[in-house]
């Protein structure tokens, strides 16, 4: 009789659902193909697709599903219709939008009325898709676990009504030995567009929480040219999250996240890297433990929105663990 090993146990057990709805079904297989990567080796995944949002909603009605990614196009019922009805059946499933609609009052209309994670631009490029799955996956689990444990803490009486956001300024730090690169990044996180009230109705979703702008008014932009100024930097101030280049002379930015992580375990930590590749992902992934994945050249909204949502998991991951604190000091288990 063959049996399962642990690891093979813990992965169904920790199996996520993904549903795809789009009306071609080549779009279909291929985000079907991009999660059949290695890059999500580590997480078991269950895929159904659908041409007919219809359809769609049927089964959704029978099976939970832990993301969902629909088009925004569709001949039977447009994007926004569907996942509205979609989210009637299950509001804490994360919603991602394929879409080649570009025009701002659809997209705010769309985020408003649905609530979704991310906009995913057709065409897409492969790491963009890939790192926005994984981070709407991640964030997920953050806010569930968050609404678990505040649960618990009503449920025994407790106050926690303290305020866990960041307090003052997120200090963001940039890594790349291409001065040109620097401050192309820097000016696109500090000035103020149409896309950062977007991302803003997105993350006040999330939790009751005031959410963390990207505005000159909560956010320090620093940067440095080397990794070995980065590190001493950390060991005199506290950032929120860090971008580093991949190709630097000193050491690649995957090892430089890592030596980071060591110092600042709390800093979210992602990588931008004009040598896009599976392997380059995978490490980051594996051994910086990354939030997200960039690739050169980068979109203005990419790097926007994947910082707004790393904040925002700091911000969730650290709270989760005060509560938790909070329980285990009144001897409370935390997994009633």
């Not at 939008?97 to 025009?103: A, E, F, K, P, R």
């Not at 991640?138 to 449920?155: G, K």
């Not at 008014?217 to 930097?233: E, F």
């Not at 392997?279 to 690739?295: K, M, P, R, W």
Request: negative net charge.
């Amino acid at each position: 009789m063959t049996t399962m090993t642990e690891s093979q146990t813990s992965q169904t057990e920790n199996k996520k659902s993904i549903l795809i709805v789009d009306d071609e079904p080549g779009i279909i297989n291929a985000v079907r193909r991009e999660l059949s990567s290695v890059v999500f080796a580590h997480q078991a995944l269950d895929i159904e697709g659908y041409t007919n949002p219809l359809e769609a909603l049927e089964r959704a009605a029978n099976k939970p599903f832990d993301l969902v990614i629909s088009d925004y196009r569709m001949p039977e019922m447009d994007g926004l219709s569907f996942l509205k009805a979609f989210a009637q059946l299950q509001p804490n499933c994360a919603r991602l939008v394929l879409s080649g609609q570009t025009d701002f009052n659809s997209l705010a209309k769309m985020i408003n009325e649905t609530h979704i994670y991310r906009f995913i631009p057709k065409p897409w490029t492969e790491y963009f898709l890939k790192s926005s799955i994984l981070q709407a996956l991640r964030l997920r689990e953050a806010v569930l676990e968050n609404r678990r444990l505040a649960d618990i803490i009503r449920t025994h009486g407790l106050a926690s009504s303290a305020d866990f956001a960041t307090q003052g300024k997120d200090r963001i730090l940039i890594v790349d030995d291409d001065i040109n690169v620097l401050n192309a990044l820097s000016r696109d996180l500090s000035y103020h567009s149409n896309f950062d009230d977007l991302f803003s109705i997105i993350r006040s979703d999330l939790t009751s929480h005031q959410p963390t702008r990207l505005d000159t008014d909560r956010i320090s932009v620093q940067t440095c040219s080397s990794p070995s100024q980065a590190l001493k930097m950390a060991d005199e101030v506290t950032f929120s999250c860090i971008i580093s280049d991949f190709r630097m002379p000193e050491m690649d930015g995957i090892a430089l996240l890592q030596a980071f992580a060591e110092k600042q375990p709390d800093c979210e930590r992602i990588l931008i890297s004009g040598e896009a590749s599976t392997v380059n992902l995978v490490n980051a992934l594996d051994l910086a433990h990354i939030f997200s994945y960039i690739g050169k050249p980068w979109v203005d909204f990419e790097v926007k929105s994947s910082l707004a949502q790393a904040l925002e998991h700091r911000r969730i991951t650290i709270e989760n663990r005060v509560l938790a604190e909070m329980l285990r000091a009144k001897d409370i288990d935390l997994l009633t």
